[in-house]
C-alpha cells in the first residue's frame, strides 16, 4: 500500500514538472530599455522608466526582447505608448539567427494626446535560434511606456 501511495505521488510530481513546458512565459521591460537607431538623438528617460522624444523630429527606436525558448515561441506581445502628434508606429521584427527577415507586423496611431494607448500582436511568424525586436517611429514628444511579450516555454 505504501509503495503505491508513494508510485501515485512520484507520478503526480512527474506529471506537474512535464507540464511546466506548456505553460506561458510574460516578460515586461520599461520603455526606458528601448534605444535610438542613431546616437545623436535625444531621449529623456524619466524616474518612471519612460522613454520619451525630446527632439523635434521622429526618431526610430529599438526596444530589445529577451528570449527564454530558442524554438519557435512567440504567444503575444504588446506596447503602451502615449502619442504626442503626427502617426506613431511599432513593428515587431522576428529575424533569423543569421539576421535574415521573417516577420514584421507593425502597428500605428494618428489619434494623439495624453491617452495611453496600447499596441497588441497575436503569434508572430519565427524561426529556431532567431531573434525579436520592436523598432517604432517615435513622433516629437511621444513615450514609450513599457513593452510586453509572452513566449510559449
Avoid: H
Amino acid at each position: 500500500m505504501k509503495k503505491n501511495i508513494a508510485t501515485s505521488v512520484l507520478f503526480i510530481a512527474a506529471l506537474s514538472v512535464s507540464n511546466i513546458g506548456f505553460a506561458a512565459d510574460g516578460k515586461t521591460l520599461p520603455g526606458a530599455a528601448c534605444q535610438p537607431e542613431r546616437d545623436e538623438f535625444d531621449i529623456e528617460r524619466n524616474y518612471s522608466g519612460q522613454a520619451k522624444n525630446n527632439s523635434w523630429l521622429s526618431q526610430y527606436w529599438i526596444c530589445p526582447i529577451v528570449r527564454d525558448s530558442m524554438s519557435p515561441s512567440m504567444r503575444d506581445a504588446s506596447m503602451k505608448i502615449v502619442n504626442a502628434s503626427g502617426t506613431m508606429s511599432c513593428s515587431l521584427y522576428s529575424r533569423s539567427s543569421s539576421g535574415g527577415y521573417v516577420s514584421a507586423p507593425s502597428r500605428s496611431t494618428n489619434l494623439s494626446g495624453a491617452t495611453v494607448q496600447t499596441f497588441t500582436w497575436g503569434g508572430v511568424s519565427d524561426s529556431n535560434n532567431g531573434y525579436y525586436y520592436f523598432r517604432c517611429n517615435v513622433t516629437p514628444g511621444s513615450r514609450i511606456i513599457s513593452y510586453n511579450w509572452t513566449e510559449r516555454t
